[in-house]
């Protein structure tokens, strides 16, 4: 079965910076749209990064978070990476990452495979 399991996540200072991984298991993961969003409480889980599978590779990257992370996948490894930097305590949440059987983008509709969600803090 399709099965993500995350890892990372931190509480950090502002300024900092987090990695964070996911790794999939019982899918051919290079083939599908790998993605991460965030949930803070009392506000709806919204997207922060997308990669496309396969050979023509794209990027999504919401509005507020370009050039603060970076998303990236080794298929190999058949793992996910978020790399997050120069974070704000807006950034705190808990985190998902998520694949997609149909789709791609920063949609959360558009997904229907969840990770089990790890917690990010940022302290002023």
């Known amino acids: 079965q399709w099965q993500l399991t995350q890892s990372g996540g931190s509480s950090v200072q502002a300024g900092g910076s987090v990695r964070l991984s996911c790794a999939g298991s019982?899918?051919?993961?290079?083939?599908?749209?790998m993605a991460w969003f965030r949930q803070a409480p009392d506000k709806s889980r919204e997207g922060v990064a997308a990669?496309?599978?396969?050979?023509?590779?794209?990027?999504y990257l919401a509005n507020s978070v370009k050039g603060r992370f970076n998303i990236s996948r080794d298929d190999e490894e058949r793992t996910l990476y978020l790399q997050m930097s120069s974070l704000k305590p807006e950034d705190s949440a808990t985190y998902y990452c998520?694949?997609?059987?149909w789709g791609c983008g920063l949609a959360v509709e558009s997904f229907n495979i969840w990770g089990q969600g790890t917690q990010v803090t940022v302290s002023s």
């Open positions: 998520a694949t997609s059987t």
């Open positions: 019982g899918f051919v993961f290079g083939t599908y749209c």
């Open positions: 990669i496309s599978g396969g050979s023509n590779r794209r990027v």
